[in-house]
């Protein structure tokens, strides 16, 4: 039961994420900072203490009370994630929402599955699990193929946008995706899907800060949202550091009072695109309470993203115009990523 419970969790998480960039759809007037940070103070800032308080009420002890070094590393990690979840939105800006998702998440799936039991192996600690110890069983061994079927059917995702990119005219292609550049996304989206794996690596530097929770007779389903509230701080400090500056470079800063522009209407559709990719986080931690913070968890959360980004991808129409190979390459990429979810699943519950 605790299985399904944590598919079902990971699965409503990666069905925000794969959203929450719909609402920014819906800002008019604004450069492309302006939103994003809009939309990262609900998400990193304001609603992880309000989560932490709701679910975890001691959390503010606990954080005060964790060693300052466990509290460095999990900040640091979250500034590292920062970085991929700044370069997330610019790879789904250049590639859209199937195709950036895609190669941004399989690459970040891979790295967070894969590092941390390798991590373990080296620096073993009682109760994670070694890359050692998922070869030697038979669901581990599931699981890494899971893993493995993964990154095939990114690579096969990658090879249809290649395709897409030869299919489509210059008119095309503004049609489907406005500033579609693959050269920049792809570059955007690799260096994106590496340093978004460090917000797992993120969550295991915190863990001393969740056990507390427990040991302190708070819901372990909720043990997460104490970490959150360091790590996602991590990540804000960077996505307001390069926001700002845009902000200056490019002269947006009079986008927040421009009167011609709705403004109001632009800070709900940020708040609630922010407000939505924080769930993503909230429910990820129900998920890890039940699956453990392993390959299998991250994997089917990543993979519940993909698949969500692209059937948004489909419905906003950014494969049309492509040839029927084109599009088969699409299909076959995705079922790939479904089918690396069930090989996971099996692998867990092994």
Known sequence: MGSILGILFHTIGGVASGSFYMPFKKVK??????????????????????????TVPGFWDIIQNTAFNIKLITF????????????????????????????????????????????????????????????????????????????????????????????????????????????????????????????????????????????????????NNVTYVVLLWGGLSLNFIWCMYLNYKNKTFKNYTDKSSPITKNIVFSAIAGSIWYLQFFFYGMGESKLGNGASSWILHMAAIILTANLWGMFLKEWKGVSKKTFKTFLLGISLILLSIVLVGIGNSL
Do not use: H
């Open 29 to 54: 007037g604004w450069a492309w900072e302006s939103y994003w940070i809009v939309g990262g103070f609900f998400s990193w800032l304001i609603l992880p203490p309000i989560m932490a308080y709701l």
């Open 76 to 223: 640091s990690l979250g500034f590292l994630w920062g970085i991929g979840g700044l370069t997330y939105g610019l790879g789904i800006r250049y590639l859209g929402m199937s195709l950036g998702n895609s190669i941004v998440l399989g690459f970040c799936a891979a790295f967070g599955a894969l590092v941390p039991p390798i991590y373990y192996t080296f620096n073993p600690i009682e109760g994670r699990t070694s890359f050692l110890d998922m070869l030697a069983s038979s669901g581990g061994q599931l699981v890494l193929a899971g893993v493995f079927v993964c990154l095939l059917g990114i690579f096969v995702s990658g090879k249809a946008g290649v395709l897409k990119e030869k299919d489509l005219s210059k008119e095309e292609k503004t049609d489907s995706v406005k500033e579609f550049n693959l050269v920049k996304g792809l570059i955007i989206a690799i260096i994106s899907g590496i340093l978004s794996s460090f917000f797992n690596f993120g969550i295991e530097a915190g863990k001393p800060m969740a056990e507390t929770a427990v040991l302190q007779g708070f819901n372990p389903l909720f043990q």
